[in-house]
């Protein structure tokens, strides 16, 4: 396997200047070290960085057959990646090669100086970032994903570990041969898969999302006694933009996400609109640079959590979180984004994850393969996939319910799809059936009084938005669609809300509850666009201050 950090490894791995160690100095304590210590072991909660002052340290990452070396660091080397500035289980073993001393930063102090020192933060947080592009790259980490194509359960394992950008092998039961040989080691039976081997020590059956997470350590510690400044729910545009601007302004913020950073945009394959890129970015990369700003200023935020209840008749405001406990805030910023609309077909759910998609990234399109495939849907979301899968499918077959794409489609993609010679554009057309014994087989689309059913076994949906806001039912105003009424657009004489206690007006983007804003998607009259949901939550964080001022 090749190296993935071939040509950026001094950046990965720099060695610092003595006047940068004397910087550091400042901030850490010196620790002596004796050779075959271990630093810190994988699994571990380690949120310290170690800087070699004399002696050597090793980096190894251990695995089913044995320990990986990473690197070593020799005088002036240091130790960390990203899960470092959340306090997260780490993936490698650090131990002592030859016996030295060290500089221990704590979590807090390290902080600090990528806040405060523009030279020392870009060196570190390139090389943070570079090593765990290393480690996913690799196709090596604490956990090993043993599935099938054919699993529904597979693919969104396989979908949650790698939009977190956690660092993960996946074995195939149908293509790799070494799977039997580990089901016998863990006592696996092959109608248990998928299954998850968490460190090499812990086997998970079908796991859920949220024991995933706990189990490999993917979230930070959370005081259930500590009221925040600010909660934020949603890793979504709006709300990472709100999470960087509330933690670099001094706030203390938590992020609640029921999935993973990115939102829908997450899974756009390709963004050619969003201004500074102007050779694109992917949804995935977008998110996760965002989330390693919000963390780089201090914001902790927590994956596989899903906010089920608003609590608002009292403040400091409580939101009730999946597995049974609460967290509380002074301030919310709601931004929990919208869902695909599912069409009214009688048996989708039978086929999600077996043919039928809400996401077209990597992932997804390695499951079609040379294979005719039908993406359903008339906004940007549905361009940038038929684009995508257009380059790995033999055809994409467009399907949208209006008469064309003019008033739904940025220009850009809708000339991509005009030049592309197998994507097909069916206009007024709209999928009907779905067939197939196990996993999708056959479709049927209607066209007028017009149907045709064809042999393919891959739908990407992306139709529509429905609102994630039932957490919030009896608190907030909605709207008659259930997108989350905002400032002027609060309708004072709504049965259904409390009335405003105030005497000043809602802020632009507060909703009918003083100290709760809506942002993005989930917002009512929201133009759905990256950029306008960065804004928006780049702008509720002056009237976060506002409020909490007030």
Request: hydrophobic share 40%; aromatic share 4%.
């Given at each position: 396997?090749?190296?993935?950090?071939?040509?950026?490894?001094?950046?990965a791995?720099?060695?610092?200047t003595?006047?940068?160690?004397?910087?550091?100095?400042?901030?850490?304590?010196?620790v002596?070290?004796?050779?075959?210590?271990i630093?810190?072991?994988?699994g571990?909660?380690?949120?310290?960085?170690?800087v070699?002052?004399?002696?050597s340290?090793?980096?190894?990452?251990p695995?089913?057959a044995?320990?990986v070396?990473?690197?070593?660091h020799e005088?002036?080397?240091f130790?960390?990646?990203?899960s470092?500035?959340?306090?997260?289980?780490i993936?490698?073993?650090?131990?002592?090669?030859?016996?030295?001393?060290?500089?221990v930063?704590d979590?807090?102090?390290?902080r600090?100086?990528?806040?405060?020192?523009?030279?020392?933060?870009?060196?570190i947080?390139?090389?943070?970032?570079?090593r765990?592009v290393?480690l996913?790259?690799?196709?090596?980490?604490?956990?090993v994903?043993?599935?099938?194509?054919?699993?529904a359960?597979?693919?969104r394992?396989?979908?949650?570990?790698?939009r977190?950008?956690f660092?993960?092998?996946t074995?195939?039961?149908d293509?790799?041969?070494c799977?039997?040989?580990?089901?016998?080691?863990f006592?696996?039976?092959?109608?248990e898969?998928?299954?998850?081997?968490?460190r090499?020590?812990?086997?998970?059956k079908?796991?859920?999302?949220e024991k995933?997470?706990?189990?490999?350590?993917?979230?930070?510690?959370?005081d259930?006694?500590?009221?925040?400044?600010?909660?934020?729910?949603?890793?979504?545009?709006?709300g990472?933009?709100a999470?960087?601007?509330g933690?670099?302004?001094?706030?203390?913020?938590?992020v609640?996400?029921?999935?993973?950073p990115?939102?829908?945009?997450?899974?756009s394959s390709?963004?050619e609109n969003?201004?500074?890129?102007?050779?694109?970015?992917?949804?995935?990369?977008?998110?996760g640079?965002a989330l390693v700003q919000?963390?780089?200023?201090g914001?902790?935020?927590?994956?596989?959590?899903?906010?089920?209840?608003?609590v608002?008749?009292?403040?400091?405001?409580k939101?009730e979180?999946?597995?049974g406990?609460?967290?509380?805030g002074?301030?919310?910023?709601?931004?929990?984004g919208?869902e695909?609309?599912?069409?009214a077909?009688e048996?989708?759910?039978?086929?999600l994850?077996?043919?039928?998609y809400?996401?077209a990234?990597?992932?997804?399109?390695?499951?079609?393969?040379?294979e005719?495939?039908?993406?359903?849907?008339?906004?940007?979301?549905?361009?940038?996939?038929?684009?995508?899968?257009?380059?790995?499918?033999?055809?994409?077959?467009?399907?949208?319910?209006?008469?064309g794409?003019?008033?739904?489609?940025s220009k850009?993609?809708?000339?991509?799809?005009?030049?592309?010679?197998?994507?097909t554009?069916?206009?007024?057309?709209e999928?009907?059936?779905?067939e197939?014994?196990?996993?999708?087989?056959?479709?049927?689309?209607?066209?007028?009084?017009?149907?045709?059913s064809?042999?393919i076994g891959?739908?990407?949906l992306?139709?529509g938005?429905?609102?994630n806001?039932r957490?919030l039912a009896?608190?907030?105003?909605?709207?008659e669609?259930?997108?989350?009424?905002t400032?002027?657009?609060?309708?004072?004489?709504d049965?259904?809300?409390?009335?405003?206690?105030?005497?000043?007006?809602?802020?632009?983007?507060?909703?009918s509850?003083?100290?709760?804003?809506?942002?993005?998607?989930?917002r009512?009259?929201?133009?759905k666009?990256?950029?306008s949901?960065v804004g928006e939550?780049s702008?509720?964080i002056?009237?976060?201050?506002?409020?909490?001022?007030?």
């Open positions: 396997m090749s190296n993935p950090l071939e040509g950026r490894w001094a950046q791995f720099p060695t610092l003595p006047a940068q160690m004397t910087r550091l100095e400042a901030h850490g304590r010196r002596r070290t004796r050779r075959g210590e630093l810190a072991e994988r571990e909660r380690f949120s310290k960085m170690l070699v002052l004399s002696g340290v090793e980096v190894v990452r695995g089913l044995g320990e070396p990473v690197t070593i005088r002036g080397g130790t960390g990646e990203i470092t500035l959340r306090g997260l289980a993936v490698v073993r650090l131990r002592v090669r030859e016996a030295g001393e060290v500089l930063i979590a807090d102090k390290l600090a100086i990528v806040q405060a020192d523009a030279e020392l933060s870009e060196l947080m390139r090389a943070f970032i570079l765990r290393g996913i790259d690799s196709e090596q980490g604490d956990a994903l043993i599935g099938s194509q054919h699993n359960d597979t693919l394992l396989q979908q949650f570990l790698t977190n950008g660092p993960h092998m074995l195939d039961v293509r790799d041969s799977v039997q040989a580990l089901l016998d080691q006592h696996v039976r092959i109608e898969i998928p299954v998850v081997l968490c090499g020590e812990l086997v998970l079908n796991p859920s999302n995933v997470a706990k189990c490999l350590g993917m979230n930070p510690q959370i259930a006694c500590q009221v925040r400044d600010l909660l934020v729910i949603g890793a979504g545009p709006a990472l933009a999470a960087v601007y933690a670099s302004e001094g706030l203390d913020v938590l609640i996400e029921t999935d993973a990115g939102g829908q945009a997450g899974s390709k963004i969003y201004l500074g890129f102007p050779t694109g970015i992917s949804g995935g990369a977008l998110a640079r919000a963390q780089k200023f914001a902790d935020v927590t994956v596989a959590s899903s906010a089920t209840r608003l608002c008749d009292r403040q400091p405001y939101i979180v999946s597995g406990h609460a967290v509380r002074r301030a919310i910023v709601v931004a929990s919208a695909y609309r599912q069409p077909i048996n989708l759910s039978r086929f994850g077996l043919g039928v809400y996401a990234t990597h992932v997804e399109a390695q499951l079609c393969g040379d005719e495939i039908i993406v359903v849907g008339g906004g940007n979301s549905a361009g940038q996939g038929a684009v995508f899968l257009a380059s790995n499918c033999r055809h994409v077959h467009l399907l949208v319910r209006g008469p794409l003019a008033d739904s489609m850009y993609l809708i000339r991509r799809i005009e030049s592309s010679p197998n994507v554009l069916h206009t007024r057309t999928l009907v059936e779905l197939g014994d196990g996993r999708l087989e056959r479709t049927v689309w209607r066209s007028g009084s017009n149907r045709e064809h042999d891959h739908v990407f992306m139709t938005a429905a609102p806001t957490w009896g608190c907030v105003q909605l709207d669609k259930g997108f989350v009424r400032g002027p657009d609060l309708q004072p004489d049965a259904g809300s409390q009335a405003w206690p105030l005497a000043r007006a809602p802020y632009l983007l507060e909703t509850i003083p100290s709760i804003f809506a942002v993005g998607d989930v009512s009259g929201s133009v666009r990256v950029a949901a939550g702008v509720s002056p009237l976060v201050h506002r409020v909490l001022a007030e």
